[in-house]
């Protein structure tokens, strides 16, 4: 199917990357020759929380953003949600690329200041960078907040099938009535992922879709 760059999608991808490049970092510490100068050291705290904090958060922000027209029956503002996927995603990196640099420097993790510390002091403008990243990148959600509680009251209403899938949940209003699909129980006419199939008038094709006639 045809990629469409939607906010949930683009937290989907970042959701990804970060988790692959947390990865990585973690193929690195399995190698015992790095592995002993690096442990217990800025590179292992920035390993662990791409993987473990920051990838979860942007799986649950993609989630967020695409059930949350099912749920309430608007959408939330398309260019608030760019907005705050591109500050968190520019800052995450700002405050994680640099946390691996300090660790291969041999920065103990723990040590939040470089004070009294010769071999740390060249590392000091690295935590002040983290920390204005930090900053900037926790301010960015409160566009999130914002977005949310007032789309679930201004937002634009909801189409019954905005993001254009195929599954049943989407061929019911949202948010759901009672019953879900009511007295009569929809049938299924093809799989949930009928995406670009050869002449088809949509890119997708929903599930309850009478299906195409017989060639004769």
Do not use: C
Not at 33 to 46: E, K, N, Q, R
Not at 85 to 92: A, D, E, K, R
């Amino acid at each position: 199917a045809r990629i469409r760059f939607t906010v949930p999608m683009l937290f989907a991808l970042g959701f990804v990357s970060i988790f692959v490049t947390g990865g990585l970092s973690g193929i690195i510490l399995g190698q015992t020759s790095l592995d002993i100068p690096m442990h217990d050291t800025y590179f292992v705290v920035a390993h662990f929380h791409l993987i473990m904090g920051v990838a979860a958060i942007f799986g649950i922000f993609a989630g967020t953003y695409y059930w949350f027209p099912k749920m309430f029956g608007r959408m939330m503002n398309d260019a608030l949600g760019k907005l705050h996927f591109w500050l968190t995603f520019i800052g995450i990196y700002a405050i994680f690329i640099p946390m691996h640099i300090m660790g291969i420097a041999g920065h103990p993790r723990r040590y939040a200041e470089t004070a009294g510390f010769d071999f740390l002091t060249p590392l000091q403008p690295i935590h002040v960078f983290i920390t204005i990243a930090a900053l900037i990148t926790a301010g960015a959600q409160v566009l999130f907040f914002f977005n949310f509680f007032w789309s679930i009251w201004k937002g634009k209403k909801a189409e019954t099938n905005p993001w254009r899938a195929t599954t049943l949940e989407w061929t019911i209003p949202s948010p759901p009535p009672h019953d879900n699909f009511g007295p009569q129980t929809p049938v299924v006419h093809h799989g949930p992922y009928e995406y670009s199939v050869p002449g088809a008038a949509e890119d997708y094709i929903l599930q309850t879709a009478p299906p195409a006639p017989a060639k004769s």
